[in-house]
């Protein structure tokens, strides 16, 4: 049985807690296995020390949409404590907001790929931290995609972002805990760090396998199933291709009005994509990109995730797209996550030369070959930090 950071942290308080003023940075989807609200539990759990909530992109009830949708500071209409929101004016906290507590206990659900905010908000809350002499504890979660797998380039730095500030790959690997620890390190952040470990997780483990509830942490993100496709899916926020927003399938489905899913298979079909299925079929999207319309595309099944490669998939629908429909495909334009000049498509890729490597046909595979050297190094890296296995 898997058991969360929260509750073996209820289940044995650190005695530094003691006496300290609490905040909690959260949502909806920060729940124990009952689905009851770490906030309620913290609450009862060290009664008067929590003085303060925090909440990421898309609001404590993961109730706004995508891309500069921001949510307002409130008051919790249970505990009645104040709320700060990390995603509205501003996404790095203020001293002020830090003035409330002593130590923030961190309890998000990640989903395993570097464009989530969520963990730019931890990093911005880690180096404030530091800043005001604060302590933060993260309560570990699983990473839902695993903790094994690794995809993608890394991330350059001339595309640093809110949707990407360190040189990561698409797909890390690693779960918010050891993403702290790695970033607290690596990149001199030098809070004061504790990881309060989950139980009986391994890295094998997709989310399926850890007997826990899903509560979804933003709203495009309604099932695991979505997660596992994200890291290459998340692509199409960046062109005009419907990356299924606005129906009840978002990342699994997409397409646009002038694709011809025949064409598009037939142009991937020398690319080993092994693990997924492309379902040829039609949607029409209640809201977002092409709203009303009717898009041809695919539904993406993953087989087998164990040998799914979501980012190569991705890529190569990118360049079908790109080199099949040159007038009516299109990259999306600024803004994006409060970039108001570079290509939202360069921000999410991680490095502005690739899209345009696909664009003009170049060989996905020798690309990936390219990657291999790097992403060697991280995945030495990263065991560094490893909490599990």
Not at 102 to 114: H, K, S
Not at 308 to 333: D, G, H, I, N, V
Not at 355 to 371: F, K, P, T, V
Request: glycine share 8%.
């Amino acid at each position: 049985m898997v058991t969360l950071g929260v509750e073996n942290l209820l289940s044995a308080p650190p005695e530094f807690l003691k006496g300290k003023r609490l905040a909690l940075l959260c949502n909806q989807a920060s729940t124990d296995r009952t689905l009851a609200h770490s906030r309620d539990l913290i609450n009862r759990a060290f009664p008067g020390q929590l003085t303060a909530l925090f909440t990421p992109q898309h609001g404590f009830f993961a109730e706004k949409q995508d891309n500069m949708i921001e949510s307002e500071h409130m008051r919790d209409p249970v505990t009645g404590l104040p709320a700060f929101s990390l995603y509205g004016e501003v996404r790095r906290p203020t001293a002020a907001m830090f003035d409330h507590f002593d130590v923030l206990l961190v309890d998000i659900v990640d989903v395993g790929t570097r464009v989530y905010t969520f963990l730019y908000t931890l990093a911005y809350c880690l180096e404030v931290a530091r800043e005001e002499g604060k302590e933060v504890v993260v309560l570990d979660r699983p990473n839902p995609i695993g903790g094994e797998q690794i995809e993608g380039n890394l991330l350059q730095d001339d595309c640093r972002s809110f949707v990407g500030l360190y040189p990561l790959p698409m797909r890390h690997g690693l779960t918010f805990g050891e993403l702290a620890r790695l970033l607290n390190e690596e990149y001199a952040i030098g809070a004061a760090l504790t990881v309060v470990p989950m139980g009986g997780w391994r890295r094998r483990m997709l989310f399926a396998d850890t007997g826990l509830p899903w509560v979804f942490p933003s709203p495009n993100m309604p099932t695991p199933a979505t997660a596992l496709v994200y890291p290459g899916q998340v692509i199409f926020e960046g062109t005009n291709i419907s990356e299924g927003r606005g129906t009840t399938l978002p990342f699994e489905l997409f397409g646009a009005p002038f694709l011809d899913p025949g064409r598009v298979l037939a142009h991937l079909a020398d690319i080993p994509l092994p693990g997924c299925l492309l379902r040829p079929l039609a949607f029409e999207p209640t809201s977002n990109k092409w709203a009303g319309q009717c898009c041809r595309g695919f539904q993406l099944h993953v087989t087998d995730p164990a040998v799914f490669l979501p980012y190569r998939t991705s890529l190569a629908l990118l360049q079908a797209f790109m080199c099949l429909y040159p007038q009516e495909f299109a990259r999306k334009e600024p803004p994006y996550e409060y970039e108001y000049q570079r290509s939202p498509l360069d921000l999410i890729l991680g490095d502005r030369g690739l899209g345009e490597q696909l664009a003009q046909g170049a060989d996905l595979l020798r690309l990936e070959q390219g990657w291999q050297e790097e992403l060697g190094r991280f995945a030495l890296l990263r065991r560094k930090y490893f909490l599990y296995d």
